[in-house]
C-alpha cells in the first residue's frame, strides 16, 4: 500500500472546487473532491461506512455516494451539516413548486423587524432593507417546517446568499462594505441559488445514504455512529488557520443556530489562540488523539484512516499537524502507512495571512490493527 500511495499524484493542479453539486453554497476551506476520491479508490472500503468526523459542506460525503458507499459525517457547525444533508439527498420536482411558491408568499409578506434583535450587530452588517426582504423569505420557508427534505432545501439556499446580500465583503474577508445591493437582488440571488439546487438535486441518484450528525466530534462515542465503518476519510479544521464560525455565524443566527456554543467548541478557531490561557499544538495533538480514538472504537480491523491537513503557524512557530496525528495515532497502536505531501493552491484553506508562505498539506494514511 506504501508504494502505490508514493507513485500517486496528490496536486491535481487542473482541479475545480466549486462545480455541480459541490457549488450549492459556499463554503471555503473545503477539500477538493479529487483527494477523497482517490483516497476512496485506492484504500478502499470492503465492508462498512465511510466516516468523515470533520464533513464540513459534505465533499468526502458525496465522492462516497457517487461511488455507491453509504457514509456518515458528523460536524459541529450547524451550517455544514444542513449543507451536507442537502447535498446527499434527491429532491423531487415538489422542490421546484415549493421555491416558486415561496417566493410568491414572501413578496406580500410584512414583518416585523424589530424581531431580529437577538441578532447582535445587525444593522452594522444588513440594511434594513435587505433584513426585512430576508426575513420575508426566512418566514415564507417557514411554511414547509413539516417536509424536511424541501424545508432544509429552501433554509440552504437563503443560508447560500447570507453573505452576498449582507455588507460582509465575502466569505473570506470579514468586513462591512457598501455593496448595494437592492432589495429585489435578494430575491433573484435566492431564485438562482434554488435553481442552483434543482438543477443538481432533482434526478439526482442518491442511492446509498448518507447519516448527517451535528456535534463536537470530541463528544461522539461509538453508541453515535450506528454502523461499522470501513474507512475514515478528513480533513480537519487545523489551529489558527480559519475560523469556520466567524464566516458563517450570520448564516446561523438567521437560520436561529447559535454561534457561539460553535465558537466556544471549534477546533482551531484563531480565537482560541488569542486569549490569555491561549491553545497550543498540544491542545491540536489531543485533539486529533481523541478522534483517533473514536476512530480505534469504530473502525473495522485494518481499515483505513486518512487525514488531509496542513501545517499552522501559531504564535510565528510553524506547527506541523501531520506529524502531530502520526504521533496521536503511534500511542494509539495504529499502524503508521506514510504521509504523502501535496502541493496546494493558494487560495486553499490559509485565510490567516501569517500563513501566507504556507503552500503544502500532507496526507496522512494509518491502519487500525
Request: charged share 25%; aromatic share 10%.
Amino acid at each position: 500500500m506504501l508504494a502505490t500511495l508514493k507513485e500517486l499524484d496528490w496536486d491535481f493542479k487542473d482541479s475545480r472546487q466549486s462545480k455541480g453539486l459541490h457549488s450549492i453554497h459556499p463554503y471555503p476551506a473545503k477539500f477538493i473532491p479529487q483527494i477523497p476520491s482517490q483516497i476512496i479508490d485506492t484504500l478502499g472500503c470492503p465492508d462498512g461506512v465511510i466516516l468523515d468526523p470533520f464533513c464540513g459542506s459534505g465533499t468526502a460525503l458525496c465522492v462516497a455516494q457517487s461511488k455507491g458507499y453509504e457514509s456518515i459525517g458528523v460536524d459541529l457547525n450547524p451550517i455544514a451539516c444542513l449543507i451536507s444533508r442537502v447535498k446527499t439527498t434527491p429532491l423531487s420536482t415538489d422542490f421546484v413548486d415549493a421555491y416558486h411558491h415561496a417566493l410568491q408568499v414572501a413578496v406580500e409578506l410584512e414583518v416585523d423587524v424589530s424581531s431580529l434583535s437577538n441578532i447582535p450587530n445587525i444593522d452594522h452588517w444588513f440594511k434594513k432593507e435587505i433584513q426585512i426582504e430576508v426575513l420575508k423569505l426566512k418566514t415564507a420557508i417557514g411554511l414547509y417546517r413539516d417536509n424536511t427534505v424541501i424545508f432544509d432545501a429552501l433554509r440552504a439556499a437563503l443560508s447560500s446568499i447570507i453573505v452576498k446580500v449582507s455588507n460582509q465583503d465575502s466569505d473570506t474577508r470579514y468586513a462591512a462594505i457598501d455593496k448595494n445591493i437592492s432589495p429585489q437582488k435578494v430575491y433573484s440571488l435566492f431564485e438562482n441559488s434554488c435553481i442552483n439546487l434543482s438543477q443538481n438535486l432533482i434526478d439526482f441518484d442518491g442511492v446509498s445514504s448518507s447519516i448527517i450528525i451535528n456535534k463536537d466530534i470530541l463528544k461522539v462515542s461509538k453508541d453515535d455512529i450506528p454502523k461499522k465503518v470501513g474507512l475514515l476519510v478528513t480533513s480537519p479544521p487545523y489551529p489558527n488557520a480559519y475560523e469556520y464560525w466567524l464566516y458563517h455565524k450570520y448564516r446561523m443566527w438567521w437560520l436561529d443556530f447559535d454561534p457561539q456554543s460553535v465558537k466556544k467548541s471549534e477546533i482551531g478557531a484563531r480565537a482560541h489562540f488569542f486569549k490569555r490561557n491561549h491553545h497550543t499544538a498540544e491542545d491540536f495533538f489531543h485533539q486529533m488523539k481523541g478522534t483517533l480514538s473514536l476512530a480505534n472504537d469504530v473502525l473495522i480491523d485494518s481499515a483505513y484512516a486518512a487525514f488531509v491537513v496542513g501545517r499552522s503557524k501559531i504564535h510565528g512557530e510553524v506547527i506541523d499537524n501531520a506529524q502531530l496525528i502520526i504521533d496521536g495515532a503511534e500511542e494509539l497502536g495504529f499502524n503508521i502507512i506514510g504521509r504523502f505531501d501535496r502541493n496546494m493552491n493558494s487560495n486553499r484553506k490559509s485565510f490567516n495571512l501569517s500563513h501566507a508562505n504556507i503552500k503544502k498539506e500532507t496526507i496522512v494514511v494509518v491502519q487500525k490493527k
